[in-house]
């Protein structure tokens, strides 16, 4: 088992990648490989011995206020082989190239709310037990909810913002988490101003006005 980084989608990367994420989730795969030999995403890829893939993250950089933040786009891993060693392995191993490239970044992910009402009892189980592992590799919750779009244009779903630090610091207020998610509703989900900052529906919504936003907005790389 090995793990390296790809600079286009072959078509077993594409496969994977197709059959890994569900229809109201999933960017296009010509639009996604565009973003990967455009440089706006970075794709790392685990093969078993087979060759074959068994785990991928693609991960978005931007920049906000000169600070890099990588935005965990997808992270998925064969159903048929799912294990805690192969998450870890891969993870760390993504983890440690990027904080070569960029020492002071937060990689920033979303995750579903395993309090999330109405959702089945197993459902929440997975959740759960997903946020635990998550947090043994160092992650921890910034934002708890917001509202994403789905991409085939069903209802909204509610996500938590995560990230993994890349050094050790201080505690992020609000404002900056909040411009966080703006951004990333902004560009990664492409919605206008108005959409964008309606999703932002935390009970820590700071009073920032839309000008504030817009302005931080303009400040991504």
């Given amino acids: ?3 390296k980084e790809l600079n286009s989608l ?3 990367v594409r496969a994977f990648y197709e059959r890994s994420i569900p ?4 960017i296009p795969s010509r639009t996604l490989e565009s973003y990967i030999k455009d440089g706006y ?3 790392f890829v685990t093969y078993d011995s087979n060759e074959r893939p068994v785990a991928a993250t693609f991960m978005a950089i931007g920049m906000l206020d000169a600070i890099p933040v990588l935005f965990q786009s997808y992270f998925v891993v064969d159903s048929e082989i799912t294990s805690v060693e192969l998450e870890t392995y891969h993870v760390q191993h993504v983890q440690e190239t990027l904080k070569s490239s960029y020492p002071n970044a937060r990689i920033l992910f979303e995750m579903p709310p395993a309090s999330e009402s109405g959702i089945a009892e197993d459902e929440r189980k997975f959740r759960t037990e997903y946020a635990d592992f998550v947090k043994g590799l160092g992650g921890s919750v910034l934002w708890s909810c917001y509202q994403v779009p789905a991409l085939d244009g069903s209802a909204p779903q509610r996500y938590e913002l995560w990230q993994y630090p890349q050094r050790q610091e201080a505690q992020v207020n609000n404002e900056t ?3 966080y998610v703006y951004v990333l509703l902004r560009f990664a989900y492409e919605l ?3 959409a964008a900052r309606a999703m932002l529906t935390s009970d820590d919504l700071p009073t920032s006005n839309q000008s504030q936003f817009e302005a931080a907005a303009r400040r991504v790389a």
Avoid: K, V, W
Wanted: hydrophobic fraction near 40%.
């Fill in 1 to 3: 088992m090995y793990t």
């Fill in 10 to 12: 072959p078509s077993n």
């Fill in 23 to 26: 229809a109201d989730a999933r």
């Fill in 41 to 43: 995403q970075r794709l």
């Fill in 177 to 179: 988490i909040a411009l």
């Fill in 192 to 194: 206008d101003a108005t």
